[in-house]
């Protein structure tokens, strides 16, 4: 019995993840990873196979990697198998579908696709949906209110993932000089589904002096963000009571261009989808942490006085889960430890997005039933962290704009240069 059949045979035995996402942008490290799987695989370039298809129906779902994840000894996990789609479309040109529903139409077919091999080869299911499929599906709302027998699927799960987005930054952020009682911290996109829970979690297990929620503004004669951002903001100042925190000023905005500098932010996090943060938006000093995809902090621009670094991904720190690495003998890929997740090469072995590796964490775990809707819920924030500890899943490596860095650097710098602001 030769490879390939061993692992058709073992991939048919073990419960299953299929994570759902498309291209980011061109250039990125793993759209130049997606290029070469399809040169591989005979699909031909990627390039000229999306321009021949566009206008001319839905993209073809592929299957970019397919690989097991073995459990580590102790961990209490199990065996699974993960199959990653890409829905062929770059970020730009997904979130126009998702405008017109037709990105709703092409997350759909992909899932309802890999539920039914599931099914036919009698093995467990979780869905996992990554990047502006969220937006597509209402965070897997919309999926599950149009397939409701799906509820009483026991074998079939669904989740956004944003529960394991949120710890990894929330650790992330514990790597940053946020100074008790000094430090103002905003969160660009508070109103989003990972922006409310990063918002709460800050005001939970840090001290800040000041968290400004920024949303978008409102359209003309409308309050309904507005209203969300006080809501938030109620919940904000409710979770750092609850923690013993007192002395948080909580306060809203709804223009990014003026917020940050209007409130002297020394941390800003950037957690909302297709929009673009200038540096000119940010003030001196401050650090930037992105958790978007693809990322809103532009490397063209002069970004100097200030650090971003990238966030919301985690990284796998034991080798041995990864027999194959991201990929599979079954199409014949090379074996990949490094797929581009966190946009450059340099990014780190072993890095995968946030939401992919709740996913894959919540089928380790046998978790069941369905994480949907653009609410994250701190206690969902909570099991992903657990989980990840004992797969051994850290948040990814710092990098700034490509380039690797350190958190003590990145700690001490942000301190220099706010001390020079004050001075």
């Known amino acids: 019995?030769?490879?390939?059949?061993?692992?058709?045979?073992?991939?048919?035995?073990?419960?299953?993840?299929?994570?759902?996402?498309?291209?980011?942008?061109?250039?990125?490290?793993?759209?130049?990873?997606?290029?070469?799987?399809?040169?591989?695989?005979?699909?031909?370039?990627?390039?000229?196979?999306?321009?021949?298809?566009?206008?001319?129906?839905?993209?073809?779902?592929?299957?970019?990697?397919?690989?097991?994840?073995?459990?580590?000894?102790?961990?209490?996990?199990?065996?699974?198998?993960?199959?990653?789609?890409?829905?062929?479309?770059?970020?730009?040109?997904?979130?126009?579908?998702?405008?017109?529903?037709?990105?709703?139409?092409?997350?759909?077919?992909?899932?309802?696709?890999?539920?039914?091999?599931?099914?036919?080869?009698?093995?467990?299911?979780?869905?996992?949906?990554?990047?502006?499929?969220?937006?597509?599906?209402?965070?897997?709302?919309?999926?599950?209110?149009?397939?409701?027998?799906?509820?009483?699927?026991?074998?079939?799960?669904?989740?956004?993932?944003?529960g394991g987005t949120t710890g990894l930054a929330i650790e992330a952020l514990g790597n940053v000089n946020i100074r008790a009682g000094e430090s103002?911290?905003?969160?660009?996109?508070?109103?989003?589904?990972?922006?409310?829970?990063?918002?709460?979690?800050?005001?939970?297990?840090?001290?800040?002096?000041?968290?400004?929620?920024?949303?978008?503004?409102?359209?003309?004669?409308?309050?309904d963000k507005l209203e969300r951002l006080i809501t938030l903001r109620k919940q904000v100042e409710a979770a750092a009571l609850a923690a013993g925190k007192t002395g948080i000023r909580v306060v809203t905005e709804q223009d990014k261009s003026c917020a940050c500098l209007d409130h002297h932010t020394d941390v800003v996090v950037v957690a909302t989808t297709g929009m673009e943060l200038l540096p000119e938006e940010i003030p001196n000093g401050a650090v930037v942490v992105d958790l978007t995809t693809p990322s809103a902090c532009n490397p063209n621009h002069d970004w100097s006085g200030r650090t971003v670094i990238l966030g919301g991904c985690g990284q796998l720190n034991n080798s041995d889960m990864l027999p194959n690495g991201f990929s599979s003998f079954v199409d014949g890929s090379p074996t990949w430890r490094n797929v581009g997740a966190a946009v450059t090469e340099d990014g780190g072995d072993g890095v995968l997005w946030g939401c992919t590796w709740d996913t894959v964490a919540r089928a380790m775990y046998g978790c069941t039933g369905h994480i949907a809707g653009p609410k994250v819920e701190m206690a969902q924030v909570q099991e992903s962290l657990d989980q990840f500890k004992r797969l051994g899943i850290d948040p990814q490596p710092p990098m700034t704009f490509g380039q690797p860095n350190d958190w003590r650097e990145i700690s001490a710098n942000h301190k220099l240069e706010r001390e020079k602001v004050v001075a």
């Open 1 to 162: 019995m030769n490879s390939v059949h061993n692992e058709l045979t073992y991939r048919k035995q073990l419960p299953r993840v299929a994570f759902i996402a498309h291209g980011l942008l061109p250039g990125y490290f793993s759209s130049i990873r997606i290029e070469s799987f399809l040169q591989k695989a005979k699909l031909a370039n990627w390039q000229v196979y999306r321009k021949a298809e566009l206008g001319k129906g839905p993209p073809k779902a592929f299957k970019w990697l397919s690989f097991p994840v073995v459990a580590p000894a102790g961990s209490g996990a199990q065996d699974i198998w993960v199959d990653f789609y890409i829905i062929n479309r770059y970020a730009p040109e997904f979130l126009a579908a998702v405008k017109t529903g037709e990105a709703y139409q092409w997350c759909k077919s992909t899932a309802l696709y890999a539920i039914d091999e599931a099914q036919r080869d009698g093995v467990p299911i979780t869905i996992g949906w990554g990047a502006a499929t969220k937006n597509a599906t209402n965070h897997g709302k919309k999926f599950l209110d149009d397939h409701p027998g799906l509820l009483l699927c026991p074998d079939v799960s669904t989740t956004h993932g944003d």
């Open 184 to 223: 103002r911290v905003a969160i660009i996109g508070a109103n989003g589904c990972i922006g409310d829970a990063i918002s709460q979690a800050i005001a939970q297990h840090f001290s800040p002096r000041e968290i400004v929620l920024v949303g978008k503004p409102d359209h003309p004669g409308k309050i």
